[in-house]
């Protein structure tokens, strides 16, 4: 690795990991696509999406380290949901990431595109994130939690994604989890499915060290940062502005497929 990607790396896992530990995701919605196109740009090394994918599975886990710590005196993190969404995420995350080095490049940003698109359209049709309520007790569907969980986890593992780009709109729309509350636990349920998927892309060789140790130094500078700032931000536009980065991120893979 020479300087320039060393520091191309470094400035890309700042940027992403100060925006998932804020907005609640682990990274990857914008993190898979910029480690794809910005190296070559800058004339640089050229990662594979496999590379990438083996790279965003180590670096989502300290993102997201990073954003829980953040919010762990908050009252934000609702244990009961993580537990029965965190555990069927992190099975559905080691198949799908064990599985993924049998698919083709194109394969996979096909369905980065499937899931960008999807948590568009759910974020599109979510006017307003339901508001915490002090001393309402959390209810959810827990079959659909532990179901929906499990299937992110599989279809994410195969990108090395924690799945939040996806986890937080269904959350919000189909689960009706006040926004914070989402933000908060989503960060804590993507860690545990970016063990998974570490898991998985280790295990069939998917990994370049170095660069996943650049990236992990910039997470854990700047996720915890961000965290600290998304809870003083307008929930309102926290939402708009997840909904924004992925629609400019499915736009740019879709364009490549086509």
């Not at 090394?45 to 989502?60: C, P, R, Y």
Request: net charge positive.
């Amino acid at each position: 690795m020479d300087i320039t990607f060393i520091i191309t790396l470094f400035n890309i896992g700042f940027f992403c990991s100060f925006i998932s530990g804020m907005i609640g995701i682990g990274g990857s919605v914008i993190n898979y696509p910029m480690l794809l196109y910005i190296p070559p740009l800058v004339g640089t090394m050229a990662l594979t999406a496999h590379e990438v994918s083996g790279i965003s599975a180590i670096q989502v886990f300290f993102a997201t380290l990073g954003g829980v710590w953040a919010y762990r005196k908050s009252g934000f993190l609702q244990k009961r949901l993580i537990m029965y969404m965190g555990s069927s995420i992190l099975i559905g995350s080691i198949i799908g990431s064990y599985l993924s080095h049998l698919m083709s490049e194109k394969g996979m940003n096909f369905i980065y595109g499937i899931l960008a698109l999807i948590a568009v359209i759910l974020m599109l049709v979510s006017k307003k994130g339901r508001e915490d309520i002090e001393g309402e007790e959390l209810t959810f569907n827990k079959w659909l939690a532990s179901s929906l969980a499990f299937t992110i986890g599989g279809l994410a593992g195969v990108l090395g994604a924690g799945g939040a780009f996806i986890l937080v709109p269904i959350m919000l729309v189909i689960l009706k989890i006040p926004t914070r509350i989402t933000i908060a636990s989503s960060l804590a349920i993507t860690l545990i499915s970016s063990i998974g998927a570490t898991i998985g892309k280790i295990a069939t060789g998917q990994v370049l060290f170095l660069p996943a140790l650049v990236l992990t130094i910039a997470s854990l500078l700047a996720s915890s940062l961000g965290a600290k700032i998304g809870q003083k931000v307008n929930t309102k536009i926290l939402q708009w502005l997840l909904a924004l980065l992925i629609l400019a991120t499915a736009i740019k893979i879709w364009k490549g497929l086509i």
